[in-house]
């Protein structure tokens, strides 16, 4: 599976985008899909994730409460909605998708992975 992310920008602290990631294939719908992020300096790191269904959603603590991740299997897409941004949220996201089980929702082991969309947040 190919995926592009897209979405990524400049944004004020306290403000909010919408992060899309599109998949090829007829299988998308087979994959669990994650969100992470690197900042300048820094390892990557889990951000949120979905299971194939979109029943379940993971989100990594200083995101929760702020961030939404969603899918729509019919537009093979996935969804990152961040609300409330933090300078400190400012890196570079990826989408990632996982041959995962069920209701399975990773933070780790992906299989496939997007090119990085920048997401900076000005103070």
């Known amino acids: 599976v190919q995926l592009q992310a897209s979405g990524g920008g400049l944004v004020q602290a306290g403000g909010s985008l919408r992060l899309s990631c599109a998949a090829s294939g007829r299988t998308f719908s087979r994959y669990a899909m994650g969100w992470f992020r690197q900042a300048p300096g820094k390892e990557r790191e889990f951000v949120a994730a979905v299971s194939r269904s979109g029943s379940t959603t993971s989100y990594a603590d200083s995101v929760k409460g702020r961030f939404a991740m969603s899918r729509d299997n019919a537009k093979n897409t996935v969804y990152l909605q961040m609300n409330s941004l933090k300078p400190e949220d400012t890196a570079v996201y990826y989408c990632?998708?996982?041959?995962?089980?069920?209701?399975?929702?990773?933070?780790?082991?992906?299989?496939?992975w997007g090119q990085g969309t920048q997401v900076t947040v000005s103070s």
């Open positions: 990632a998708a996982d041959r995962a089980i069920s209701s399975h929702v990773p933070r780790r082991g992906y299989d496939y």
